[in-house]
């Protein structure tokens, strides 16, 4: 069994940064694909980023290229979000989720993800 523990969410003004932490327990993370999915207030939840076990990575939302940066240290079983210039509409709960499969491109769908963190708030005031 695969546990995901985010941290690093909170509150900020617009313009600031937040780097999110997803750790992960289990042997075989250094082969899973990893992600950031988000869910606003009313809204469904949508992909963010992903990461594979090579490094390989794909950025969901234009809103967010540029702005967000995914990464992970297979040492420390650990997965990064570093979020810059933050807006009012990236306000969500943050999710990290794993997906088994040792894929060379990160799926947006969140049904291929097998494994989910208990999110993190983040909040952006304007």
């Known amino acids: 069994q695969v546990q995901l523990v985010e941290s690093g969410g909170g509150l900020v003004q617009t313009g600031g940064s937040l780097r999110l932490s997803c750790a992960a327990s289990g042997r075989t993370f250094s082969r899973y694909t990893m992600a950031w999915f988000r869910q606003a207030p009313g809204k469904e939840r949508e992909f963010v980023a992903g990461i594979t076990w090579t490094g390989g990575t794909t950025y969901g939302a234009d809103s967010v290229k540029g702005r967000f940066t995914i990464s992970r240290d297979s040492a420390k079983k650990t997965v990064y979000l570093q979020m810059n210039s933050l807006k009012p509409e990236d306000t969500a709960v943050y999710y990290c989720?794993?997906?088994?499969?040792?894929?060379?491109?990160?799926?947006?769908?969140?049904?291929?993800?097998?494994?989910w963190g208990q999110g993190t708030q983040v909040t952006v005031s304007s």
């Open positions: 989720a794993a997906d088994r499969r040792a894929g060379w491109i990160p799926e947006i769908e969140q049904d291929k993800y097998d494994y």
